[in-house]
Antibody, heavy 123, light 105 residues
Framework: QITLKESGPTLVKPTQTLTLTCSFSGFSLSTSGVGVGWIRQPPGKALEWLALIYWNDDKRYSPSLKSRLTITKDTSKNQVVLTMTNMDPVDTATYYC???????????????WGQGALVTVSS | DIQLTQSPSTLSASVGDRVTITCRASQSVSSWLAWYQQKSGKAPKLLIYKASSLESGVPSRFIGSGFGTEFTLTISSLQPDDFATYSCQQYNSYPWTFGPGTKVE
């Protein structure tokens, strides 16, 4: 059974850097084809894809946020970390991490999600 | 970036109704479109991938179709547990993008 859980601060001040950790079990990020992504959702708004890291350390970022985002993995700890610099109140959102399964017979996107972590940006 | 639009934004329906939601892409995504269900305060749940493939464990009343730029999600007979928000997502090219969502109430 795959589980993911986001952790990090619930409140950050404007201009600060946000660091979120996704701790997972039930799969390994050393398995070929596996990925872990980050998605956010401002209150009452749509989902927004942020970043994705693969087993081979291939990284993909949202172009609109690329200058502010860094995604890394620690395979031995079963963790993926997302950092976002220069936080602004508009970044207030629930941040989710999610598992991208390996391509076996067909490509699937995110099949398992964490419960989400609400991050509020306010002074 | 590929933009996704959904219609309607809100849909009022009753148990037993056949419900159809449309997702349109600003350019072709081939068949690489997924549908998620999200309930208030919960994470999205994958329902459909590759436009029409049913995720394991998802009831067969959820039917996906389409190719290229136009896709539909149909719930053949709406059940009480189906009142939620439904979002499409393209994973044909980066950056992956989501639609704005359709609330079924």
């Amino acid at each position: 059974q795959i589980t993911l859980k986001e952790s990090g601060p619930t409140l950050v001040k404007p201009t600060q850097t946000l660091t979120l950790t996704c701790s997972f079990s039930g799969f390994s990020l050393s398995t070929s084809g596996v990925g872990v992504g980050w998605i956010r959702q401002p209150p009452g708004k749509a989902l927004e894809w942020l970043a994705l890291i693969y087993w081979n350390d291939d990284k993909r970022y949202s172009p609109s946020l690329k200058s502010r985002l860094t995604i890394t993995k620690d395979t031995s700890k079963n963790q993926v970390v997302l950092t976002m610099t220069n936080m602004d109140p508009v970044d207030t959102a629930t941040y989710y991490c999610a598992h991208r399964p390996p391509l076996i017979t067909v490509s699937r996107p995110f099949d398992s999600w964490g419960q989400g972590a609400l991050v509020t940006v306010s002074s | 970036d590929i933009q996704l639009t959904q219609s309607p934004s809100t849909l009022s329906a009753s148990v037993g109704d056949r419900v159809t939601i449309t997702c349109r892409a600003s350019q072709s995504v081939s068949s690489w479109l997924a549908w998620y269900q999200q309930k208030s305060g919960k994470a999205p749940k994958l329902l459909i991938y590759k436009a029409s493939s049913l995720e394991s464990g998802v009831p067969s009343r959820f039917i996906g179709s389409g190719f290229g730029t136009e896709f539909t999600l149909t719930i053949s007979s709406l059940q009480p547990d189906d009142f939620a928000t439904y979002s499409c997502q393209q994973y044909n090219s980066y950056p992956w993008t989501f639609g704005p969502g359709t609330k079924v109430e």
